[in-house]
């Protein structure tokens, strides 16, 4: 397996996941917009010198994906930046391999080469697969989102 920069050759691939990761999260996120939809602008991702867009592939097949963008922390956190995970994705056929726990190291090591020290992510409090995962990882739950409805 291999872990490289995405290249906007990839996009189709990337495309597909991303489509893939909706599909996945629909049914932790009630508030989501009728298909078809769009989390990310990979183009963006894929160019920006503040982002790394990363896919795993074996023998040329992309099997897994993700991204770290730098954002900055809002006034009264610190430190001023971090890196935010997010795309993580692994074909169903590749999962249970430590495919994701590489990518997710690889995106690490991306942050602490620019010096961020503080690396997030958001996960459905009810996605206990994903939980894990990150938990394995050595994240730990920060705040929780909470939301209401008044039409439900």
């Known amino acids: 397996m291999e872990i490289r ?4 050759e990839d996009l189709d691939s ?3 996941f991303e489509q893939e990761v909706i599909k996945y999260e629909r049914p932790f996120a009630p508030n ?9 602008d990979l183009v963006d991702l894929i160019e920006r010198e503040d982002a790394r867009i990363i896919a795993a592939t074996i023998d040329g097949e992309i099997i897994g994906s993700g991204y770290a963008l730098i954002k900055n922390s809002e006034r009264h956190k610190k430190p001023k930046q971090y890196a935010y995970l997010g795309f993580m994705y692994v074909l169903p056929k590749f999962r249970g391999k430590g495919i994701n726990g590489k990518i997710i190291d690889n995106l690490i ?3 602490k080469e620019r010096n961020l020290t503080e690396i997030q992510l958001d996960v ?5 697969s994903a939980l894990n995962a990150y938990k394995k ?14 039409e439900e």
Do not use: G
């Not at 920069?5 to 906007?8: C, L, Q, S």
């Not at 989501?32 to 990310?40: A, E, T």
């Open 109 to 111: 090591n991306w942050a």
């Open 124 to 128: 459905y409090a009810n996605n206990e």
């Open 32 to 40: 989501l917009k009728n298909d078809p939809i769009q989390y990310y």
């Open 137 to 150: 990882r050595s994240f730990k739950p920060d705040l929780l989102k909470m939301r209401f409805n008044t």
């Open 5 to 8: 920069e995405a290249k906007i």
């Open 14 to 16: 990337l495309k597909l």
